[in-house]
C-alpha cells in the first residue's frame, strides 16, 4: 500500500501541518528531535482508517526555533523528516 506524507509550510514560525495518504489502515506514531538528536515529542496516533489524515500543530508543540526531525513512523513504512521552525 502506498503511503504519502507531507508536512508544511517549511521553514514554519512554529504553526506545522501534517498530511498523510494511504490506501488502507495503518498504525501511526511520530517521533521529534532537535538537531542534537534528544527525542523532545512523542505522539501516539493509534490506528488511521485509509484516506487522508491531517494532523496541526501549534507554536507551543517547540520548544524552541531550531531543525528538527520527524519520523512518522507507520505500520506501512517509515517517512523521515526535516523541519525548520524560525521566529
Given at each position: ?5 507531507k ?5 514554519s ?9 494511504a490506501?488502507?489502515a ?5 517521533e521529534?528531535?532537535n538537531?542534537q ?11 488511521i482508517?485509509?484516506g487522508q ?5 501549534s507554536?507551543?508543540?517547540?520548544m ?21 521552525i524560525?521566529?
Amino acid at each position: 500500500a502506498a503511503l504519502f506524507a507531507k508536512i508544511f509550510p517549511n521553514p514554519s514560525v512554529g504553526e506545522l501541518t501534517l498530511e498523510l495518504e494511504a490506501s488502507k489502515a495503518f498504525d501511526l506514531s511520530i517521533e521529534v528531535y532537535n538537531i542534537q538528536g534528544k527525542l523532545v515529542k512523542t505522539v501516539d496516533y493509534g490506528t488511521i482508517g485509509e484516506g487522508q489524515f491531517t494532523e496541526r500543530w501549534s507554536k507551543e508543540t517547540w520548544m524552541a526555533p531550531g531543525m528538527y526531525f520527524i519520523y512518522l513512523k507507520t505500520s506501512l513504512g517509515n517517512v523521515p523528516k526535516r523541519v525548520s521552525i524560525v521566529r
